[in-house]
């Protein structure tokens, strides 16, 4: 379920649509700049609880943040309200949900975020994680040469080095408005004093805790020890919140090197990974230009994933190529479907996807993930995050591919600091034409989802 936060509507703004789950709007009109606030002006404190998700559209006319869970979204919003851009609030809240929705959110994984500025320019940040600078193309095989699933998907050798902290500090610092540090203070108090579990987040730790008896960090951060959390007890997160301090005061080094850096190296050789230090600190982020296509007066605007292989973006953007597609259509016979194929009956725990829109009118979209629902299930000890195991989207084995979706041609075989396949796609839609409600440009939509090989965001 998506959550939402919202600013109150102004009577000099035009309203605005959104619906929860995929998507949002706002105004482009722009009012004056507003000052930053000056570093540590802004006190943390626990946000409060907001409305519970609608399921009908909602109107906003000074922002929007939609997420998976309500503090994490009032995180976002609070930094609006102060003055901060959407992406200083698409920060706060990534931070926020690495607290809150440990099941996805995330800082020991990575992802994509999409932006649109008020002013029609766009980028994206691509901070997939990479394989470390020890990996080979076999070393999912065991020690009879067959594929092992445990060790693709199961083990150390499953962790990718983490991008998150790395893509929200490139955003942050070439287009936030507000200081790193009020950006993160939020997520590192809440990991700090606690919050009430709900039914949902217990049930789910209990769940996955059969999973990490052979981590000892894991165990504890889930459980008392070894007991699960029940609905309403106060969950607190010492180690997180030490981890997260650490980035408020140094930024991106405070994860990529230093304490934070030699907490995760230390892990991974203790259980036979192979992250190093020198991983970590090589770990760099991309801005890259977005793939731009047009559809019925619609601007969509979405992630490239060109890491791999030249793609021909032309040719696949093009209208005609679309128009060979569309032709492949038999119009007289429709593919046997039903309802209960596509509805959805709950959010997968997978990965997640949340949105912001700013007064001003810029839109940001991110997907992020620790690849499945709570990563590796390995929790850096004395750190208090988990790891991702995203290695598990490299190839198997050279060559391999099967029916889940697994692609085993030789782009994605495993190389050394590679990023690994990936079909997340944040993506915004605008209108591109003149329309009397709204004005041109207008963001009308960003979506994402939680799925699997196949996650189309």
């Known amino acids: 379920m998506r959550m939402l936060a919202r600013l109150p509507r102004f009577a000099h703004a035009a309203p605005v649509l959104s619906i929860p789950f995929l998507a949002l709007a706002c105004a482009t ?9 000056p570093a540590g002006a802004a006190a943390s404190r626990l946000p409060g609880p907001v409305a519970d998700a609608p399921t009908q559209p909602v109107r906003a006319a000074h ?15 609070q930094v609006l309200r102060e003055g901060g851009n959407a992406i200083d609030a698409a920060v706060a809240t990534g931070f926020a949900l690495a607290v809150v929705h440990p099941s996805a959110g995330n800082i020991g994984g990575g992802g994509f975020m999409v932006v649109r500025f008020p002013d029609g320019r ?15 193309p076999d070393m999912f095989l065991d020690s009879s040469g067959e594929y092992s699933y445990a060790r693709h998907h199961d083990s150390y050798l499953s962790v990718g080095v983490p991008g998150t ?39 789910s730790m209990e769940r996955v805790l059969p999973r990490m008896q052979r981590y000892p960090a894991s165990v504890a951060k889930f459980s008392r020890g070894g007991t699960p959390y029940r609905a309403g007890e106060r969950w607190r997160q010492p180690d997180l919140a030490r981890t997260l301090g650490r980035i408020l005061s140094r930024g991106r080094d405070g994860f990529y090197a230093g304490e934070t850096a030699h907490l995760i ?79 959805l009956l709950h959010e997968s725990p997978l990965t997640t996807h949340y949105s912001v829109v700013d ?20 929790v850096v000890p004395g750190a208090g995050f988990l790891l991702n195991n995203e290695m598990g989207d490299f190839n198997a084995r050279p060559g391999v591919t099967d029916e889940n979706g697994w692609i ?25 034409v003149l329309m009397i409600v709204l004005p041109p440009g207008l963001p009308v939509a960003k979506s994402g989802t939680p799925s699997f090989a196949t996650i189309v965001g």
């Open 359 to 378: 007064a001003d009118g810029m839109a940001v979209a991110v997907t992020y993930t620790l690849e499945q629902g709570y990563g590796s299930k390995i």
């Open 122 to 136: 766009t980028t994206t940040f691509d901070f997939r994680e990479k394989a470390p600078l020890a990996a080979s």
């Open 63 to 77: 922002g929007m943040v939609v997420s998976s869970n309500t503090m994490a979204s009032e995180v976002g919003m």
């Open 265 to 343: 190296a230390q892990e991974m050789q203790r259980g036979g990974g192979l992250i190093t230090e020198q991983d970590l600190e090589k770990y760099q982020a991309k801005e890259r230009t977005p793939v731009h296509g047009t559809y019925r007066g619609y601007d969509i605007i979405s992630m490239p994933h060109t890491d791999f292989v030249p793609v021909p973006i032309d040719r696949l953007l093009s209208k005609p190529y679309a128009a060979e597609l569309r032709a492949g259509i038999e119009k007289s016979e429709a593919t046997p479907s039903e309802v209960s194929d596509v509805h």
């Open 29 to 37: 009109s722009t009012p004056e700049p507003r000052p930053a606030t």
């Open 408 to 432: 085993g041609t030789e782009p994605n075989q495993i190389r050394p600091e590679q990023r690994m396949l990936s079909s997340m796609t944040p993506t915004i839609v605008c209108i591109v």
């Open 165 to 203: 902290v790395a893509g929200f500090a490139l955003a942050q610092e070439r287009y936030g408005r507000l200081d790193w540090a009020r950006l993160v203070r939020p997520a590192a108090a809440l990991a700090d004093t606690g919050f009430a579990l709900s039914d949902a987040l217990a049930g």
